[in-house]
């Protein structure tokens, strides 16, 4: 029997145990060890990346690795368990977010939030600080983009998924998953630019 106590993600740690029934073969369950170890925090990124709330995204990341153990016959045919996992947790995530309605509105200005801490580097306090406000903006903007656009956009930019592993988890061709980040990228560009140049 095999029980996953802690799931770390992120700073965050999912916690609830998970029972595997003492049936199953013994490899599998470490099979299933091994992807919550691997896994864990790429599930929870593209959880929050669909629902952008830590609580959410870390209630989807135990679903995603319940239904896991509940189709855990299927590990022996999956070909690639990363692309099988993610596919796993964005439905989660997606179907989550229509379940409760789920439009959460990005501020476009949030003055009196505070700015989130700068990592230790060479770089002056200044420059630190522009960049950590530059992070927070960019976020806005992604967060703005069209769903058929920000979600191949998160999935390849910010989790760093392959054109191949975006297509699988979200159902569409790789053609469609280059075009599309293509011209996420190239709106993110020209809004930066015209705020560089309100500036």
């Known amino acids: ?49 669909a629902l952008r709330s830590h609580h959410d995204a870390e209630d989807a990341a135990q679903e995603t690795f319940l239904r896991v153990l509940r189709y855990s016959h299927k590990l022996a045919t999956v070909e690639d368990p990363k692309t099988w996992l993610a596919r796993i947790a964005w439905r989660v995530a997606v179907d989550r977010s229509k379940l409760r309605g789920h439009k959460r509105e990005i501020p476009l200005e949030d003055p009196g939030k505070p700015v989130a801490e700068a990592p230790s580097t060479d770089a002056t306090a200044d420059d630190a600080i522009h960049g950590s406000q530059v992070g927070a903006l960019l976020e806005r903007l992604i967060a703005m983009l069209p769903e058929k656009l920000r979600e191949p956009l998160i999935l390849s930019a910010l989790e760093e998924m392959s054109p191949r592993e975006v297509a699988a988890t979200l159902g569409i061709n790789e053609a469609a998953v280059r075009s599309r980040v293509f011209r996420a990228r190239r709106i993110l560009r020209d809004k930066l630019a015209e705020r560089v140049d309100r500036k």
């Open 1 to 49: 029997m095999i029980e996953v106590k802690r799931l770390v993600a992120g700073d965050a740690i999912l916690s609830e145990a998970v029972t595997v029934p003492r049936s199953q073969d013994r490899s599998q369950d470490e099979v299933i060890e091994d992807l919550v170890r691997q896994h864990s925090r790429l599930v929870y990124r593209i959880a929050y990346a």
